[in-house]
């Protein structure tokens, strides 16, 4: 499998938003089938100190379930 899609979870729309996940996956577009797949969370500690959030993306969380709120906020992996 040569391609790729990658998922990003940010703060806000515009650059030097932080960045909250990462995630990519292989994938077949003729087949439908996908391959390995990575996945990471950031600290939020560290996410903000890469970047400034966007006012109206942080109402948008908190308009969101608790579950996709826990599973976007507490990561713990540091970007390096």
Known sequence: MNNIMIDIETLGKKRG??????????????SGKTGDIFYERMSIDAALSYGMPETSTLQWWDRQSAEARDEAFNGTRLPD
Do not use: E
């Open 17 to 30: 938003c932080p960045v909250l996940s990462i995630a990519a996956v292989q994938f077949d577009p003729l």
